[in-house]
């Protein structure tokens, strides 16, 4: 027999919309525990929201402990928003899309969970394997780069400043970042912050660089022990953590991540026993793919810091990668929804499947990127495909009007208005991408002249 969801009280629910509406800029699950006149357990309050969500009385931005809650827009009742736009469609196989149906239930439906251990210590290095020979062999061929048998790191600084800031934008995307690949650019090059942005997201971007030069700089001395993993997290979480103490520390305090119903491990002698058995087994796995696959599953599902773990795991998939020459792993065109999805089939039901298409799909799209691979990935773009004349004007005028990084970003994103909703994140993408990769030998393709061209890298310079 099917569950019911439960019924709240309406003065119940009133209350807590009245203390969103205080929060234009969206109300943090902490924010609301300590206005509200009856104080409630987490938990009880993660289930009213969801219920104001599902009632499209509030919208949900964002995943874990940077969602936000707030009002609809005035005068309409808004459909609820809980990640970002896709980015591209992404092929699921079936036992992803039944994680992900699973994890899309509302979440008074599903059941809450803990951290369970025997997950972690099932798991043989060398005899298990989350990912099968073929895919790992599949990947090999596409991610192998001239540069393996040369000193560690050396493939990554060829590629360093496409990576940079491929890697910073990606990162920083899936956790709810709005600067445009163009911000990112401007920011990461010239050190300009966006106008109008919180200063958060500037400064996790900035962090992200740093600790993409810690892997780069130290490839031959990285791998997964303490000093690099406490490290990267110590630079990725810089001056974003309400403790500033906490950066690079295991954390001694239990954390609740909102938008799921799995509890992290609490205690501190266990999880450091648990980040230790980690470590180890990471480092006795001899497959690169599985040692980065096996870090993205158990990092974020352990929560070793008191935050910033997705991006620490992101991060640390790279180590065997950027180590042994293989092309690195940048999240390009990951569509945010299905990696949320995928880590909590992990969190709530310990299932790999989904987020192990996510990994296999963005490797592929990475080795397109960084021409790690001569094999064509298949068909063109359908996207780029429909989109092409759109794209080619909005870059041609550019061009010809000699704009610069700031004048560009607002035009591009006025120009997205004409698309479909749903297509304008994806377009706006595509576009800043084909406008970096602008060259001497590529421009003709926009229908303007050399003097054109030159005046505009003159002004984009």
């Not at 020979?133 to 780069?145: C, F, N």
């Not at 992101?314 to 299905?338: E, G, M, Q, T, Y």
Request: hydrophobic share 40%.
């Amino acid at each position: 027999m099917a569950l019911m969801p439960k019924q709240f009280s309406e003065p119940e629910l009133d209350a807590i919309v009245e203390v969103v509406r205080r929060f234009p800029d969206g109300a943090r699950l902490s924010d609301l525990a300590g206005l509200l006149p009856k104080k409630l357990p987490y938990r009880s309050l993660q289930r009213r929201l969801a219920s104001l969500v599902s009632q499209k009385r509030l919208l949900l931005e964002g995943w874990g402990r940077g969602s936000r809650y707030r009002l609809p827009q005035s005068g309409k009742i808004a459909a609820p928003v809980e990640v970002p736009p896709t980015a591209a469609q992404l092929p699921v196989s079936p036992q992803g899309e039944a994680v992900r149906a699973a994890v899309r239930a509302p979440i008074y439906e599903r059941k809450p969970v803990g951290y369970r251990r025997e997950f972690l210590e099932s798991y043989r290095p060398n005899e298990t394997a989350y990912l099968s020979p073929k895919v790992r062999q599949r990947l090999a061929e596409m991610g192998t780069s001239p540069e393996g048998e040369r000193p560690a790191g050396t493939y990554a600084r060829h590629i360093f400043n496409r990576l940079l800031i491929d890697l910073s934008w990606n990162s920083s995307r899936l956790e709810g970042n709005t600067y445009s690949l163009l911000e990112t650019e401007r920011l990461l090059e010239l050190g300009q912050a966006a106008q109008g942005k919180d200063a958060r997201e500037a400064q996790m971007i900035l962090n992200h660089k740093a600790a993409i030069e810690l892997l780069v700089e130290q490839a031959a001395e990285i791998g997964f022990n303490r000093y690099t993993v406490c490290n990267l997290h110590a630079l990725l979480a810089e001056n974003l953590l309400a403790d500033p103490q906490a950066g690079g520390r295991l954390r001694a305090i239990a954390v609740n991540i909102g938008g799921t119903v799995f509890q992290p491990l609490e205690g501190p002698q266990r999880i450091e026993e648990c980040f230790d058995q980690i470590l180890a087994t990471a480092t006795a796995i001899i497959d690169p793919f599985e040692q980065a696959f096996f870090a993205m599953v158990h990092l974020p599902y352990l929560q070793p810091f008191e935050d910033v773990n997705k991006r620490v795991s992101r991060f640390a998939a790279n180590i065997p990668l950027i180590r042994r020459n293989l092309c690195p792993l940048s999240f390009v065109d990951v569509p945010v929804r299905d990696y949320i999805d995928g880590i909590l089939g992990v969190y709530e039901l310990n299932r790999l499947e989904l987020l192990r298409d996510v990994f296999v799909w963005a490797y592929e799209r990475s080795c397109a990127r960084y021409a790690a691979v001569s094999r064509s990935l298949g068909d063109p773009d359908p996207f780029r495909l429909r989109c092409r004349e759109l794209i080619a004007q909005i870059v041609g005028t550019i061009i010809r009007e000699g704009m610069n990084r700031e004048a560009a970003i607002r035009f591009i994103r006025r120009e997205a208005e004409q698309a479909a909703v749903e297509d304008r994140a994806r377009l706006i993408e595509v576009t800043e991408t084909e406008i970096m990769s602008l060259h001497e030998g590529n421009f003709a393709r926009y229908r303007v002249r050399p003097s054109e061209y030159a005046a505009w890298r003159a002004a984009w310079r």
